[in-house]
């Protein structure tokens, strides 16, 4: 009997030292975001971890905040993708807030863990979402195309905005950067799926002209 009362005292104290240790995560998330940052080298890789699970906040400085990226334009688009190349977490994390929200660095920088995790959280799930849909698109080069230097037509961000202009005669590039990247997307994937059914067109055509010889 004294054996059990001993061992349910223990338990007693573990729960506590728990829910203390649990206070203490839960405090943590509302500091300061740079506070918090100097905070995580002394972070479980188990923590750290979860704060993966933070959701966006509706509100962030008082200003709406997206829940996802969709209807962001390109020209915000391209500017994530630039202010996720820090290797500095601190920087990245507040340049991607900054851009999504409009709210300074150093200000992002000052507000609360939780909020800003929250929103960095979204953002990096919704540039991987969206750099698989562009990267489907992204055919196969025969060994022709290869050997007459394909690759070397591949002009990055530019190639792809004057693409664009051309295909919807659109004479200034900045307008393009104002376009919802969705929109630009689906142009890329009609053209993408009108380029694959061409293809196959044509190889069904020389397989018929080869049976007839």
Known sequence: MNINKKIQRIQTRRNRNHERIDKMRRERLYLPFAQFVMLMPYMTEQSIKSLELIPPPRKFNKRDVPQDLQMVTFGVLTQLQEAGKSNDYLVTCCRLVSVLTG???????????????????????????????????????????????????????????????????IIDHEEVFNTPWARIYQCMKIDHEQGEFEKRYRKIIENRSKLKK
């Open 103 to 169: 709210v300074k660095e150093d200000v992002v920088a000052s507000r609360k863990a939780y909020d800003v995790l929250g929103i960095v959280n979204m953002v990096q799930s919704e540039m991987e979402r969206i750099g698989k849909l562009f990267q489907s698109l992204q055919t196969d080069k025969t060994s022709d195309e290869l050997a007459a230097g394909i690759d070397k037509l591949e002009f990055g961000t530019f190639g792809l905005v004057d693409w664009y202009a051309k295909r919807m005669g």
